[in-house]
């Protein structure tokens, strides 16, 4: 007990900007950061003085194989032995630690957390991707096996596109040869160069190139 009440032992390790410990060459730590201001508030409205106590291995704690606790959760979850005259009483080594703490399940099965004073976003970045065409994309939610069958109808297909492409040009080409050669010789002039001419018109037509010039 003190003239202000009771004395605690709080756990505290330097996290910038949150905590800022300090120690002291008198030995003494001093505790800054919104941390420190708050633990200052609730010092003076709760009346109560307390001693800062740093970790020894400066971690936050973490469940370790044998089921203990190292930084400052395994100085809340720790029990330390004691006399309270004329009774043996168990205590733990601080009362409550400073953090901030993440709160996880593994740490709120052995000590209760007070209400979360912050939250943040935290995500991984990767490279933004290229709007690029892919007319084979939507088969890419399929297993290897089926584009791979997908793939050979498809060329298949395209082949086929083509060639009937191509069949389609010869035939409209020769058409329109035969068509210019009646035109020539029922208006009795003459055009050089009908086939290649014939040819090109087809072309330029599938290709919306515009006339002949």
Same mark, same amino acid.
């Given at each position: ?85 004329? %009774?043996?009483?168990? /205590?733990?080594?601080?009362?409550? @630690?400073?953090?901030?703490? =993440? !709160?996880?399940?593994? *740490? ?52 086929? %596109?083509?060639?009937? /492409?191509?069949?389609?040009?010869? @035939?409209?080409?020769?058409? =329109? !040869?035969?068509?210019? *050669? ?32």
């Amino acid at each position: 007990m003190t003239a202000r009440g009771i004395s605690l032992k709080v756990a505290a390790e330097q996290w910038v900007p949150w905590t800022k410990v300090t120690s002291m060459p008198d030995g003494n730590t001093t505790l800054g950061g919104p941390t420190g201001k708050l633990m200052e508030v609730l010092a003076k409205v709760m009346m109560f003085e307390y001693e800062l106590v740093r970790p020894p291995d400066g971690l936050w704690g973490a469940e370790q194989p044998d089921k203990s606790w190292s930084g400052m959760m395994g100085m809340v979850y720790r029990e330390v032995g004691g006399t309270v005259a004329p %009774v043996a009483v168990q /205590t733990r080594e601080v009362e409550f @630690a400073l953090g901030p703490f =993440t !709160i996880t399940p593994q *740490r709120e099965a052995v000590s209760d957390f007070a209400i979360p004073l912050a939250s943040e976003n935290q995500a991984i970045i990767m490279q933004r991707p290229r709007q690029e065409t892919d007319m084979g994309g939507f088969l890419k939610a399929f297993t290897t096996e089926v584009r791979r069958w997908c793939s050979i109808f498809f060329r298949c297909r395209i082949l086929q %596109v083509w060639l009937l /492409t191509a069949l389609s040009v010869a @035939a409209i080409s020769s058409a =329109t !040869i035969l068509l210019v *050669r009646a035109e020539s010789r029922v208006f009795g002039r003459t055009i050089k160069n009908i086939t290649s001419h014939s040819m090109l018109w087809v072309v330029k037509a599938l290709t919306q190139e515009g006339k002949l010039r």
